[in-house]
């Protein structure tokens, strides 16, 4: 019986043994694994990531032009309607259709034989006034020594004398008939009557013309120079005349002329400028509108008068203003604000003073420094950012002017060998 209980105990013993082991075991792995999870000492923290990067502009102050778009209507410089100045038969046509023709240019035939013999009787009249013009002079010079020698009477010279004037007054009568004559006769060639470009005739061979008023042929409209007619706000030109008053504007170019540029209906703009000739005195009193019209080369013919466009004019300068694109300024009721990037990237909001816009710009007058930057692009950066967070500022670019050749590393790497599995392992 001793035995046996001496042998039971030492059995139980391994048992003991080897699940105080486990344990051990298992704390041991449980230390070592939080152990790991600590930071060794001494080692750096981890590094924060870099500040996002936004695009910014300089503001730069410069002279800037205030461009105004308005609408406006082609003009021909000049217009001649040609009119049948002769009552008669049209029978030609001497000109084609949509032509560029000459000043005196033969235009339109009319019927002249009646002109050409009222012509020849006017001759034949003045023929015969000359006629009897010469015979009272002849007696009238006859008469003189006869009556200083008193073999005539002085009542019969005056006679003669008398005579003599009243065919003389004759002729000259004569030779005016003559003349009209010769100028109705001339009225049966119709003629250009300035150089141009001739539309479509108005009357066909064969029409009656000219019988009882001046019968419309045809119109000659000359369109190098063209001109542009267009109205601009009353409010707007006192405005601008009171701030180039007051030095804060001062004129385009010259003292009577400003640029103009012409936007047509494609949207493209016109490649030759023109000049503003003048500006109307008075206010159109159910418009509130004042006309304007400007002079426009047209050496192609490509503008046809009728036409309507934008007229693009620039009027004044503002003297160091910044210009900004359109993206980087917040326009609320409360003003219009920009955002300031500091040396230290830190941002700000600053109000400023916009007057007009240009080639998807604004113009700034006032609430900017030169050398300052301004943040154009990033905005949607910053909504997962705290307030205050630093940004880095980077020189921004238009997306028209940006540089877009990044898919070459990405099909470099594409077209690049595949590693070998092994070396990948």
């Not at 990531?49 to 102050?61: C, H, I, L, M, N």
Request: aromatic content about 4%; glycine content about 8%.
């Amino acid at each position: 019986m001793p035995h046996s209980h001496v042998s039971s105990r030492v059995s139980s013993s391994p048992k003991r043994l080897g699940a105080a082991a486990v344990a051990v075991l298992v704390m041991a792995l449980l230390a070592a694994c939080g152990k790991g999870k600590e930071p060794a000492a001494g080692a750096p923290a981890a590094a924060a990531p870099p500040p996002p990067e936004v695009g910014v502009v300089v503001a730069t102050p410069t002279d800037v032009g205030l461009v105004t778009e308005l609408p406006g209507r082609l003009e021909a410089s000049r217009m001649a309607e040609v009119r049948a100045r002769a009552a008669g038969i049209l029978q030609e046509r001497l000109f084609r259709e949509g032509s560029d023709v000459k000043a005196g240019q033969p235009l339109f035939r009319i019927d002249s034989a009646p002109y050409a013999a009222a012509s020849r009787s006017a001759q034949a009249s003045l023929a015969r006034a000359e006629a009897n013009a010469a015979q009272a002079k002849a007696l009238a010079d006859r008469y003189k020594p006869l009556v200083e020698a008193n073999a005539v009477s002085k009542q019969e010279y005056a006679n003669a004398v008398a005579s003599q004037k009243a065919a003389e007054a004759d002729v000259g009568v004569a030779r005016a008939s003559v003349t009209t004559a010769n100028i109705n006769l001339g009225y049966a060639a119709v003629t250009a009557p300035i150089s141009g470009r001739i539309g479509r005739a108005l009357v066909t061979e064969g029409a009656l013309v000219g019988q009882g008023e001046t019968t419309a042929l045809a119109v000659i409209q000359q369109i190098n120079p063209l001109y542009v007619n267009f109205t601009q706000s009353a409010n707007d030109v006192l405005k601008l005349r009171r701030a180039m008053a007051d030095g804060q504007f001062k004129r385009a170019e010259g003292t009577d002329a400003a640029s103009v540029r012409l936007v047509l209906e494609g949207g493209g703009e016109y490649p030759l400028p023109g000049k503003l000739l003048f500006s109307d005195l008075t206010v159109d009193a159910s418009t509130g509108q004042v006309t304007l019209r400007a002079e426009l080369p047209n050496p192609k013919g490509e503008l046809l008068p009728g036409l309507y466009v934008r007229v693009k004019i620039e009027q004044a300068q503002v003297s160091n203003a910044i210009a900004l694109p359109q993206q980087a300024v917040t326009r609320t009721q409360q003003g219009d604000t920009v955002t300031v990037v500091g040396a230290d990237g830190k941002m700000s909001k600053r109000t400023v003073k916009i007057s007009a816009a240009r080639n998807n710009q604004w113009i700034v007058l006032e609430g900017l420094k030169a050398g300052e930057q301004v943040m154009v692009d990033g905005f949607q950066k910053l909504q997962m950012m705290p307030p205050g967070s630093p940004v880095k500022a980077v020189p921004w670019t238009p997306p028209n002017t940006a540089a877009t050749p990044a898919a070459a590393p990405a099909s470099a790497a594409a077209s690049a060998p595949a590693a070998p599995a092994s070396a990948a392992k």
